[in-house]
Nanobody
Framework: QVQLVESGGGLVQAGGSLRLSCTASGHPFSQLHMAWFRQAPGKEREWVAAAPWSGSHTLIEDSVRGRFTVSRDNAKNTVYLQMDSLKSEDTAVYYC??????????????????WGQGTQVTVSS
């Protein structure tokens, strides 16, 4: 059973930066496709970024491209989300997700089988 543990959330002023980390256990990390989602109050969970197991490329949602960067370190079983130039609209609970094999679309929540507990990111304006 895959377990995911996120860390790095917190309170930051607009324009600031945070780096989220998600460490996986229970399955070879290099064989997991990883992703970040977020959910703001009253809104649906939305995809933010993906780091497929190949490590050869990453994917970023349009609204955060240029501000957020996703990366993975297979030696540390960890995926990161570097968030810069944060805005108040980035306030949400951020979730790490994993799946062994893509079935349809990498940017939908129901694609992923394993989820972390979430970490709160609050951006004050």
């Amino acid at each position: 059973q895959v377990q995911l543990v996120e860390s790095g959330g917190g309170l930051v002023q607009a324009g600031g930066s945070l780096r989220l980390s998600c460490t996986a256990s229970g399955h070879p990390f290099s064989q997991l496709h990883m992703a970040w989602f977020r959910q703001a109050p009253g809104k649906e969970r939305e995809w933010v970024a993906a780091a497929p197991w190949s490590g050869s490329h990453t994917l970023i949602e349009d609204s955060v491209r240029g501000r957020f960067t996703v990366s993975r370190d297979n030696a540390k079983n960890t995926v990161y989300l570097q968030m810069d130039s944060l805005k108040s609209e980035d306030t949400a609970v951020y979730y790490c997700a994993a799946v062994r094999y893509y079935r349809r679309r990498y940017n939908t929540a129901d694609e992923y089988d394993y989820w972390g507990q979430g970490t709160q990111v609050t951006v004050s304006s």
